[in-house]
């Protein structure tokens, strides 16, 4: 299987590929399994390559105006944009890792988890609206009068992480940019009428989660699956194990594992043609569609420049990417709000020239009351 149509075929279905950008917002989210949110700019900026016409404020409106998408922790921990129809899978795919830190405190300072959790509905009647995490940690001070004084800023702490993990409560951004970040929480359930958090067990909701990372980044290696997810490779190969009337594996040249691909579209890729013209985008830091990659993330870049696309931790930098590799880097100027640009060698300057105008469009999008200033000055 020649590893440039697998990867084209990819960014087709991850709306990248010119040509197959979207109109909604909640539809890239749900081609991707949610948005990249670790960094507040990172999802904003991830939209710009994938949809037809958009500004930031779309987005925002999404999540806490038309509440389409929450925005809630899951694989590997990190925060993503959710379309409610995937909540529950990647909540209760997730839910015993990311747990995993507040039971421990509990369980290293004796505090039973029954303790705990019998302060849920004395919290449900407090955060009656949306509430800073100081407000709700001060109530919760208030409350834990059975646990050491030295240990309680400390306990409260982890108090609220513990509700928010297990869904109790929502996160929700009230500054008014969309480069900012001013968080409170909400109760999920109050805020977010959609929402059902628990609506399947972990086992089934992890088979799930394993089926539609297959269905949506496949082809893809068990150890890629493990990166993304979090899940352990124990686990994946059993789901995939009892797949294997719907899944397909296959070899690809220079890769000693396996790939997998959903049998339904097994044919589809065989008979994927190349798009027939150049093609460049810009994406986002820590971009989902490569930041879905583990082990074979090296086949969007040469191997001489891969620890330029990706740090030490494996965090993948914000790509300039010509016919699905990256040729370089760029960042965001905050000060003076425009791309930065950096090449990795000596560039076609045909393709460096379709590149800027990709740029321009990108800070169009990001600012376009800053774009119309510029131009008007110029008249």
Known sequence: MNIDIINEYCFMKHNILPGTQQNCITDVSRNHLGL??????????????????YTPEML??????????????????????????????????????????????????????????????????????????????NRILESISYV??????????????????????????????????????????QFYLEADLERYNVNTAQELLVIEYINKFGPATIKDVAWWSGLSIRTIRDILERHTDSIIQFQVRNFESEFYILEKEYQKLKEYKLFDSEWVSLLAYEDPSLKGYY??????????????????I????????????????????????????????????????????????????????????LFDNSL
């Open 36 to 53: 990249h949110s670790a960094r507040i700019m990172t999802p904003y900026t991830t939209l710009c390559s994938r949809l037809n016409s």
């Open 60 to 137: 925002t409106s999404e999540l806490y105006e038309k509440r389409n998408l929450i925005k809630m922790r899951c694989m590997r921990t990190t925060l993503h944009m959710v379309p409610f129809d995937l909540a529950s899978i990647l909540h209760m795919a997730t839910l015993d890792l990311r747990l995993a830190e507040c039971k421990l405190f509990f369980r290293k300072n004796s505090i039973p988890i029954e303790y705990v959790d019998q302060l849920k509905e004395e919290l449900l009647d407090y955060v009656n609206e949306p509430k800073s995490s100081y407000e709700i940690e």
């Open 148 to 189: 050491k004084k030295d240990l309680k800023k400390e306990c409260a702490k982890k108090i609220l992480k513990y509700f928010w993990e297990k869904g109790t409560f929502c996160y929700i951004n009230v500054a008014k940019s969309w480069e900012r970040e001013e968080r409170k929480y909400a109760l999920t359930k």
């Open 295 to 312: 082990e074979s993330r090296y086949r969007y870049v040469d191997e001489k420049y891969y620890n330029l696309l990706f740090n030490q």
């Open 314 to 373: 494996g965090e993948v930098r914000a790509s300039i990417m010509h016919n699905g590799k990256a040729i370089g880097i760029w960042e965001w100027d905050k000060k003076n709000k425009h791309i930065n640009l950096e090449y990795f060698s000596d560039s076609n300057p045909r393709v460096k020239e379709e590149v800027k105008k990709v740029k321009e469009q990108f800070e169009f999008m990001l600012y376009p009351d800053r774009q119309i200033t």
